[in-house]
């Protein structure tokens, strides 16, 4: 763990509020991004971003974060949002990293032909049926295993094959009419 992370962990329990300050200007953007990704609704994702902050003020006599205090955040932020997924009992059985674009040149054509095409992927992920767009992003931007999603969310694996194989091609076509 970095000395930031210690020290930060020291003041949550001598000086809470500015240790919350601290915390909260350093991580929370980074919160809400990991959260949106999950959900792709950017008002519940600062709500969830915020029960993060109020899990940390909670625990702070006694928070234990072994590796890294932004691994530590990651986590409590997947584990909130997976619960309000869990409590907005999404119905999977009713329905049948970010793809990263290698550039090799340089050129200033090329990385631009790049970032719309990335534009594109993204708002492929981001217009995914909710369903599709949880399991796709568990998969993708978590790097769960279809069992840890199957499991995570009390849905079968083949459900959860199900749910990525129409992400993938709906973000495929998304591709393919691109024209960059």
């Known amino acids: 763990m970095s000395h930031p992370d210690i020290h930060i962990l020291d003041k949550l329990k001598d000086q809470p509020e500015i240790a919350l300050k601290v915390l909260y200007k350093q991580y929370y953007n980074y919160i809400c991004s990991v959260v949106y990704k999950m959900i792709g609704d950017s008002t519940l994702a600062e709500d969830i971003a915020q029960e993060v902050f109020v899990e940390v003020w909670k625990r702070r006599e006694s928070l234990d974060v072994n590796l890294s205090l932004r691994g530590y955040l990651r986590r409590v932020a997947v584990n909130k ?27 200033t054509q ?3 032909e790049a970032e719309d095409l990335q534009k594109v992927i993204n708002e492929s992920i981001n217009s995914l049926p ?8 568990l998969s993708r931007f978590e790097e769960l295993s ?16 199900n749910q990525i194989s129409k992400a993938l091609k709906l973000v495929r076509k998304a591709v393919l009419e691109y024209d960059g």
């Not at 049948?96 to 340089?106: G, H």
């Not at 909710?130 to 992003?137: E, H, L, N, Q, Y």
């Not at 279809?146 to 094959?161: D, F, N």
């Open 81 to 107: 949002t997976l619960n309000y997924i869990r409590s907005q009992k999404m119905n999977f059985e009713d329905d049948d990293a970010l793809l990263q674009v290698p550039s090799t040149d340089n050129s």
């Open 110 to 112: 090329k990385i631009l």
């Open 130 to 137: 909710d369903k599709c767009r949880v399991v796709f992003g």
């Open 146 to 161: 279809y069992k840890e999603i199957s499991s995570e969310l009390g849905i079968s694996i083949k459900t959860v094959e």
